[in-house]
């Protein structure tokens, strides 16, 4: 529960949270595992509040992996038992409790192939990754791709997605990743603790930062010129207001004087600049259960917390060594 922005200390456990209900069109999950993002220490900080506020005190938690307890009017598409995964609603989060309630267009039956615990650490990540790759840079077979920080959450997912697309993969990681990426897939991986990727990557066809900073300025340089950057970790920029968020003129105003120095840096090697936010998408999620199921895709999960150690895992997911992904098991 996040009882106010802040470090660690402004989140704790609780007993006796109200159990939400199903509207219409919305389904009730029995959380058995959430996965954690670093959108969680972020939220819970406070970075994120230009864009969204949570009236406090809030469940935290934003994907799940559950069974699907009660469904609200009008839903057709699940019943009582379904086992279901989901990114959760964004101005809600909700998901790091006993039960949820998400949204039929933002659910999907989970991986037959998989746990709980492994369908939990899918969605927000994978949808992210999937989404920057497939609408974004719009990947496509023989194409190169640079993913920066290949071995965390995002990058994973990213990496096998770009090779089940057809492209070839170059990757950033530390020796303690490099295994792990390549056995991903990854065409080409270089080790950002001894070598700058800009002395050996040229001409790709599109980036997907992950890194954001001093990483995301350097990416522009190993692109050609017409292709495109995709950040999901750098400054967002007006189309990120409008498209992503739905917002207007004064966020997408914000946004342009914050990513000014980032535009210019794409406009000056003539490389597309953009930041997405990923969206929460059922149909997508249906997309990746099939991959994974084929086996085209493997979940990686760096830890599994019991729900009692969620501080923890939290403050182990902030670390940011994480290889793969983060997960909370609930205790039924
Ligand atoms: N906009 C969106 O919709 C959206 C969605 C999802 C994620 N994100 C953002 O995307 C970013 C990545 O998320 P994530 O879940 O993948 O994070 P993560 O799992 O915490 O990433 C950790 C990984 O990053 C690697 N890493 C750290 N510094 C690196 C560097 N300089 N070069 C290469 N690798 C490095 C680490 O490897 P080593 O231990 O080997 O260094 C570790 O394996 C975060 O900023 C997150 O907030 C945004």
Not at 166 to 194: F, N
């Amino acid at each position: 529960m996040l009882t106010r922005y802040g470090g660690p200390e402004a989140t704790e456990l609780r007993d006796g949270v109200p159990e939400p209900s199903a509207g219409p069109k919305e389904v009730r999950v029995q959380v058995r595992a959430a996965g954690l993002n670093p959108v969680d220490w972020k939220t819970r900080e406070g970075k994120l509040k230009v864009i969204r506020r949570f009236p406090l005190p809030a469940v935290m938690g934003n994907e799940i992996a559950g069974v699907v307890e009660s469904v609200g009017s009008g839903v057709t598409r699940f019943s009582v038992g379904d086992r279901v995964y989901a990114r959760v609603d964004k101005d809600t989060m909700g998901g790091l409790a006993e039960k949820a309630v998400v949204h039929e267009d933002h659910l999907a039956k989970m991986p037959t192939s998989l746990e709980f615990e492994a369908a939990a650490a899918v969605p927000l990540a994978a949808l992210t990754a999937l989404q920057a790759l497939r609408d974004e840079l719009r990947l496509g077979k023989g194409q190169r791709v640079f993913i920066s920080g290949g071995a965390g959450g995002v990058g994973t997912f990213a990496i096998q997605i770009a090779k089940h697309f057809g492209a070839e993969v170059a990757t950033t990681a530390s020796p303690r990743g490099d295994a792990l990426v390549r056995r991903l897939g990854a065409d080409k991986v270089i080790d950002y603790t001894r070598e700058r990727f800009v002395d050996s990557l040229r001409d790709y066809d599109g980036a997907f930062d992950l890194l954001g900073g001093d990483d995301l300025a350097r990416t522009f340089s190993v692109v050609k010129r017409g292709g495109s950057v995709v950040s999901v970790a750098g400054m967002p920029e007006p189309e990120t207001a409008r498209r992503d968020l739905g917002r207007g003129l004064a966020l997408a105003a914000l946004f342009w004087a914050a990513s000014f120095g980032t535009r210019r840096a794409a406009a000056r090697h003539g490389v597309r600049y953009r930041y997405l936010f990923m969206h929460p998408s059922g149909s997508d999620l249906e997309e990746l259960a099939a991959l994974i199921d084929a086996k085209k895709i493997e979940v990686v999960v760096d830890r599994i917390f019991p729900f009692a150690d969620a501080k923890e895992a939290l403050a182990y997911l902030e670390g940011g060594r994480a290889k793969g992904k983060v997960v909370v098991r609930m205790s039924s």
